[in-house]
């Protein structure tokens, strides 16, 4: 216990270069997905292969992937830009898929309804389609940052320094305590992003609290559209 | 691609196939490690996961808990977990952390399963007299089972990936060519070790996805509408309710 | 509606562009940049790198700080893994000084090499070292890789040296981290070198756990860990030359070789075996952080 207070400086300055990385890699794979989901989701040729090859990319060893990309492509391994391109990855696999989830659960009739009113393409997709399919979108983004601030650790096998240098640091000098820190770091952190995301949910989709605090019971058209 | 070329050639090199290190072990170990942690979530998870979807009580705890348990890094638990256990004990902290890591997503399963059946199926099953209990297991379970399904999945995805960082601690599988080629410069070694992860995930999750859709239940398969649901991963709830966040990777 | 709404997204956002603002200025002292930097560096930048080994970490912070006492303009990239990793970034200088040892860096340039002592390893650095990548006065200090057994295995076969292993009479399994079973002082080197087998499991950082609770029964240990006079291990001879000696030796990239060459020598001059000993004690049992094991022995030996 004394240990992490006597390292609290190690520790906080540990965690602002963790969340630095993953929001970096968060927000990048957030907005590459929105086009590639959109993508996929309009045309249903391209849907099976972008499903296919993100999940593909899911099964691929985070440590791996650190290690060949660079080797790949040529950059420096040692980089942190060679996490975020992994971290940023990862995320897109799994919010290309909630895009596609998002753009699914707009009922057809709202959509139809918008093009009635007039809405063109673009109009119709920024001002209709993408906020109704937020809470999904939402969902997808909440689990694709805690996902990876806590991949993010991993980097440290590689060279790359944030709050993962604690399990390797803390298992070499067999200190339980800086291990422990680690974790519990990390695990603030995610929550923490959890939360903000959530507010940032709750400001700009006012419309989805209103059903917030019922148990709304599943009405059969929404089950039978798939939902 | 020559790295692909040189990654085959170190798979089927003799010396990969004798010795303590060789491939066939370390799948099975990677398998096992694999199937006992997602057996064991199981048993913990999917009674935990019906009892919520059934009664509708919970929700709300366990997606706090499954939310905390996915911020919780894999690689850092299983270190720490060694640390505490001792180094006789590794099997058992690798065991703990890939079972924290497969709960989030089959308890999601298995509630969300329950949750998206129609209510009034429900209540024609209470009203032709089942009980409670035959209610669950004669209408909800099956009902559920293809989301059940989709969760385990996700999950044994999730772990397969994860259990590469075993090798961190010296209990081999797949990750033991990544772990040692690092240090060792060779990348081949490492494209190979990966390789053989990705293909061995790409395995299960096709048989998982064919015992998915085989978990339809008979009448529902008839009812065209049902069909995209046998595919559906059970990531979120319906739009109409609270989103829940599920399934996917915390760390590996 | 939409305008409310637009407001609040942009607000949002904005937020979030201070937040991530915030995050990649804030700039401690200590706190490793992104190595990709800049190709071309101001000369008084040096940018010291380190293993991913807590010792290594320590003598880093030790160059680091007193190039910092010196005037020098210091950059930290720590925990940079291998010689893979790191080497092409000495060369290139994205990393211009780091802390080695002499025997294992001969060995990766040239694996054939039959230097053995610490003269004769040191003396065969330079030409082994590629272009642009010289070598500081060596310390006295050493830490390099030895066989090692506990006392009580020692006392039950009788062993001083590896060679000594020939009368053991159950199977041997050595354990060392996972690169060890490639290496020519591995397994292969057991064989060839003292004709003894042995079996081999990648115990890594779990090394010194292993060998006490008999997981494997001869181990790959650092000669600088602490560990091996608080648990009494025993440090089997090697007389047929299977490990190279290995001083703690400093890399340089040969641009700023001549700035940093008087205080770094200085360094290594006062760096002593037991010191090392010390140092790796402050940190593992007293818990110290290398900042404050580096600054705390910078001034015991007047170099602050």
Redesign the interface.
Known sequence: MTWILDNLDLILQLSVEHLRQCIIAIVLGFVLSIPLGYLAWRFGLLRGWVITITGMLYTIPSLALLILLPTVFGYSALSDGNLIVALTLYAIAILVRSVVDGLDSVDTGVRGAATAMGFSGTRRFFGVEFPLAGPVILAGLRVASVSTISLATVGILVGVTNLGYLFTNGLQRRIIPEVLAGIIAVVILALLIDLLLVLAGRMLMPWTRRSRGSRTVAPAASLGAGA | MN?LIDAWLWIIAPEQWTG??ALPTLLLQQIGFTFAAVGIATVIAVPAGWAIGHT?KGREIAVAIS??A????????L??L???L???RRPEAALVTFVLLAIPSLLAGAYTGL??????TIDAARAVGMTRWQVLWRVEVPLGLPLLVGGLRTAT?QV???V??A????LGGL??P????????R?DQ??A??VL??AL??VL?GLLALAQRAAVPRGLRAAP?S???AD?EP?????????????????? | MTTTRTLRAAALAGAAALLLAGCASGNPLEEPTDGSGSGEMMSDTIVVGSQAYYSNEIIAEIYAQALENAGFDVERQFNIGQRDAYIPALESGEVTLFPEYSGNLLQYFDPETTARTADEVYAALPDALPEGLVVLDQSSATDQDSYTVTSAFADQYSLVSIADLANVTEPLTLGGPPELAERPYGPTGLADVYGIDVGFSATGDTTFEDLEAGTINLANIYTADPRIQTAGLVVLEDPEGLFLASNVVPVVNADVADEIADVINAVSAALTPEGLVALNVQSTVDEMSPADIASQWLQENGLS
């Open positions: 790295l303590n290190y509708g939310g905390a996915r911020a919780i890094p894999s690689f850092g638990l270190i720490l060694v640390l505490v001792g180094v006789t949750q998206a059946i129609d209510r009034a995805l397969v990936a994860t590469t960082i090798a961190y601690v010296n990750g033991w990544i772990i040692q080629g690092i240090p060792l410069g990348f490492v494209l070790g990966a992860v990705a995930a790409l999750d509408r069909a995209p649901q559906r990531t979120f709830d319906k739009p109409r309710q609270t989103p829940d966040a599920l399934a996917t990777r915390s760390s590996s």
